[in-house]
């Protein structure tokens, strides 16, 4: 016998005492090993070695079990038949980094292309070398402030703060367009690329809201297009009564345009149409022969008359001819012509050909200018903000022509334009004079006339609008088929 006790009354020990209590949790591990094990063996076929293995008896009696062995990880072959999709980080950073891109440059006042190059670091060989070529074609003619710069650089490795000027381009003119490309070898090259101009029909619609300038203006008609037509209604036009918001009116323009589509010449007039509440007023462009442009009525007959009937594209009339009571000085006194109410800046036309006899600062009048027509018969026209271009005394000008500029100077409470005519010396109402009757074409020139004329008439509704044709080819083509989507 030995001196050890009996295992029933062995003390119990630290490790015993951990097992019995721990027993629970370890089966539950020993379960969940032998599902991931099953997996295993379904998707992976035991090794050799471990199938030959003997099975071991299962002990009747409790036992500690052994650490499971490390499961082999997961490779690519385990899970064909599956797409594993990268994180979006993952895919972004497999894209390489483009190292081409686009950008434009505006010159601003006191810059130059090198300058502005520099600006954005490129190296100074290069932008040297670039300014070079651009001035061999340029010679001696300047960019304009504002003038955009499109460039198209690449981003260098070794130098990823100094890009790379593959090209550089620039366009003063519609019609030509310079161009510096970089060669293989490192050196640039220039170019001038000339584009081919020819001539487009548009129509501007447009709705009266205001004076007609600002309606046109608003509507994409150039300023030399709509004052054109404003002097074109002037003779027949009462525009104090006849003119009123939300008239309706047309003007077809010719247009030089590219043969890439950017707009050479905005456009001349060529005919125009405005509804009126009562009539329909319209004017056609026609030069006959040996004769200089001028505007014409679908009839033939000349637009133009002795005299505008009103010298500016005004709509009421502020002050009438005659006695009134002063709004400034406070005591009744004749008022010696007709006051019309416009913005600040609307241009004034000469009634009639003539010559200037007074330009400048007159007294109550502020800035003044009065014309003399013929022997008999006078114009003036005060309170302008300034004189129109070249207007002296002594020069000649023609009718239409502006010569000055709506404002309040003198003694005016607003910005208006006070208009007299004068017969022999002596003023008289400018609304009660009668204009003569104006010319008409005959012969070859109203036949050319009336084939110009029915052409113009349907251009007038068919052409296309300035919007329309002002739009990209690829936003044309939207359009169109968003259009027949609709219908």
Known sequence: MTDFPSPSDRPRTARSAAFRLFRPVLFAVAAIAATVGAVIVIHHPPAPEVAAAPASPVPSASIVLPDPEPVPPLTTADFKGFELKPTDQEADSDKPAPDRYELTLR???????????ADINVPETDRRQIDAEL????????LAVGESIDLQLQT???????????ELSIRPQPQREYIVTRRDDGSYEAQEKIYKVSP???????????????????AGAPTT?????????SYDVDFQRELKEGQHFTLLLEQQVTSDGHVADPGRLLAGELRLAKRTITVMRFRPHAGADGFYDPKGESVVRSFLRTPMDASHVTSGFGMRMHPILGFSAMHTGVDFGAPVGTPIFAAGAGKVVMAGPNGGYGIFVKLQHTSQIGTGYGHMSRLGPGIRPGVSVRQGQVIGFVGS??????PHLHYEFYRNGHPVNPLAQKFAMRAALGGKDLVRFRTLSRQYLSELKNAPSLAEASLPAKAKESAAAQFARDE
């Open 107 to 117: 010159l601003e006042r006191g810059d130059t292309v090198e300058k502005v190059l």
């Open 135 to 142: 001035k061999s074609l340029l010679k001696k003619r300047k």
């Open 156 to 166: 260098v490795p070794e130098q990823p703060d100094a890009p790379r000027v593959l």
């Open 200 to 218: 487009r029909i548009v129509r501007v619609d447009a709705v009266r809201k205001g004076s007609l300038q600002q309606s046109g203006t608003r």
């Open 225 to 233: 297009a709509i004052l054109e037509f404003i002097r074109a209604l």
């Open 409 to 414: 100077t003198g003694l005016a409470t607003g």
